[in-house]
Structures are given as structure tokens and as C-alpha cells.
């Protein structure tokens, strides 16, 4: 994995406009025999992403060679394949300069054999073929897009052989909605744990494109305060931003708020920017990039890794060993399938599919 360009500013959603036509590809029929065919035809591999892109609904080709594929080339051929047997679909957005990227999305038969994998229904998944594809119209595509760009820097960077800790959970902005939306929508929950194993963090994710009101991007902890004293779990919320620039008006904004809390010590805050210029984090979400918020500090600390925000809070709320300490609030429901796990399956060594 390593060579990998993650993390850094998407593509705004201003510059998109539409989806560019395809040249015409040859793909099957969705038909019960197709169905049957694709048992004995999709890896492991295969139905682990097919699953991540029910969850996390988009992936760029960049992103999908962070997630699972060696070399751009591989992903390309199986990806062709995927597309070819209806698991997958995909659009290339218009834009205005240069080429963007193949963006991919679960198609009929690959939201077939997930729902047949688990014994349901394929009608309980409420998958609509349109509504996938309807991502390319989204002014939302962005802000999905970068939010799972941040995704895709996690695995990529725990696969690396270097690595000193892994994400060993992610869970989408719908499931987050679903769980709490009645008083928080993140973009994204997450859950991080150092090698050592002593050192785990949980954390929401607030991905800020700049174009948010900074009153209104503050006033969100209110509803995460509102969370942690319901539950009993204190969660920090970790806010992405495009600039340093941005990222300095924001921690103003957000210090004042937390002030203005009973409890601020509920809600612990970092933040981190895009345009960071140190390259040894500049694409390393999992460096040292996070920036804590206290109310009652003059002066900024400096830069923290993910697990070094576990030992800057210590009175978070451990996670039970291979759960979440938030998976007990509510009860997923048949829709959403269990989150998958964020790293792919190991690759049997004596397969020789692409």
C-alpha cells in the first residue's frame, strides 16, 4: 500500500456538473441464473466491498485501491469484471478542468448476493438501483466522497507495513443518522486502536468543506453533549477542515460553544486541516495532526496522533474488547446489514484471481 496519495482536498462540489456518458460495456442480465453464477464467481474480496459500498454508498477507483487492491491496474481489471456482472455501477462526474475520477456504486446483483449471503430478503435491504446511481446528481457527492476519503487514508494506513495501529471500526453518516439522529448526524463514527492495544479511541467525524456557517458548524456540540449525557459515553468529535486558515476560525468558534456547555469536559474536540504541510502527516489521518480544543487554554497544545488523544482523555469511556461502547444505544435495523469491517479479508495464498 505504500505510494498511496490519500487525504487531500476533493474536488469541490461547485466544480461537478453531471455525469459523462460511457463508451457501451457489455453487461449481464440480472436474472435468477446470473444471480446463481456470481456464487461460485465473487472472492471474498468481492462481497467485502460490495458490502462497504451498501454502507459507505461511493467509492473512487483511487479510493477502492487504498481500501483492498495492490496496484491501480489490478483494481482496474477486477472492477471491470464486477461491473461487467451487474455487482457494480459507475459514473465519471463532468468537471470543468482535467478528468475526474471513476466514482462506483453497489448495482443490482451485488445488493442481491449481500441480502442472500445473510439469509434476508433482497427487498429488506430497500436498495433502489436508481437511488445509487442518483449519487451523481447529489450536491451532497462531495462531502460523501471526501468524508470516505478519510475512510480509505485509515485502512490504507493500517495495512502499511509500518503501521503501529489499525481502524477496527467505521460506521457511515446513514447508520450514525439511524442510531442518533434524533439529537446528532456525524458524518462518520470511527474507532482507532494503537498497536500496544492499551490505547483505544472512539470518535465522531464533522467533515467541513468551508462552506458552512461556522455558527452553525459549533452549534453541533450541543447535540453531541446532549448524547453523551444521555448515554453515559463520552465521545470525542474530531472536526476535518480544508485549511489551516479555516481551521483557526473554527477552533474559535468551537471553543466558545464548549464554554457556553454545563459540562464541556462531555464533549472533547480536536480538529485537524487538510493542507497541512508537514509530509510526513500530510496524508496520515492517524498522525500527528489533531489539534484538542480546551476553553480553558490560552495557547493551543501541539498536534496529537490518534492514540495519543486516548491518553489526553483519559476518562473516556473504554470500548468493550472487539465492540463499540456505543453499539448498545440503539439496535441497527435489517436495512443496514452489520457495519462491516473497515480492513478487507486476507487474501488466501493459493487463489490466483485477480
Known sequence: MEGTTVITNPTRQWQLRGSMPQRPTPRAATTGAHHAQLARRLTRRDRWLARMLFEHKIFTTQQIVELCYPTMRAANHRLLDLYRWRVVDRFRPFVSRGTAPMHYVLDIAGAVALAQEDGLDPKSLDYRHEQAMGMAHSLRLAHTVGTNGILTSLVARSQRPDARGRLTA?????????????????????????????????????????????????????????????????????????????????????????????????????????????KDIQHDPAGPRWLPISCEQALPPQRLTLGELARLWPYLTPP??????????????????????????????????R
Do not use: N
Request: aromatic share 8%; net charge negative; proline share 8%.
Open 170 to 278: 467505521w460506521w457511515s453518516e446513514l447508520r450514525c443518522a439511524r442510531l442518533f439522529g434524533d439529537m446528532v448526524r456525524p458524518d462518520a463514527y470511527g474507532r482507532w486502536r494503537d498497536d500496544d492495544g492499551d490505547h483505544v479511541v472512539e470518535f465522531f467525524v464533522e467533515f467541513d468543506f468551508g462552506t458552512e456557517d461556522l455558527g452553525k458548524l459549533s452549534r453541533k456540540l450541543i447535540g453531541y453533549h446532549k448524547l453523551s449525557a444521555a448515554t453515559g459515553i463520552t465521545t470525542p468529535v474530531l472536526v476535518w477542515l480544508p485549511t489551516t486558515r479555516r481551521e483557526t476560525s473554527a477552533r474559535a468558534a468551537l471553543a466558545t460553544m464548549l464554554s457556553h456547555l454545563d459540562h464541556p469536559a462531555l464533549v472533547p474536540v480536536a480538529t485537524s486541516a487538510a493542507d497541512l504541510v508537514d
Open 320 to 353: 468493550v474488547p472487539g465492540q463499540s461502547a456505543l453499539a448498545g444505544t440503539a439496535q441497527p435495523t435489517a436495512a443496514l446489514l452489520a457495519a462491516p469491517d473497515p480492513l478487507p479479508p486476507a487474501r488466501p495464498r493459493d487463489v490466483f484471481r
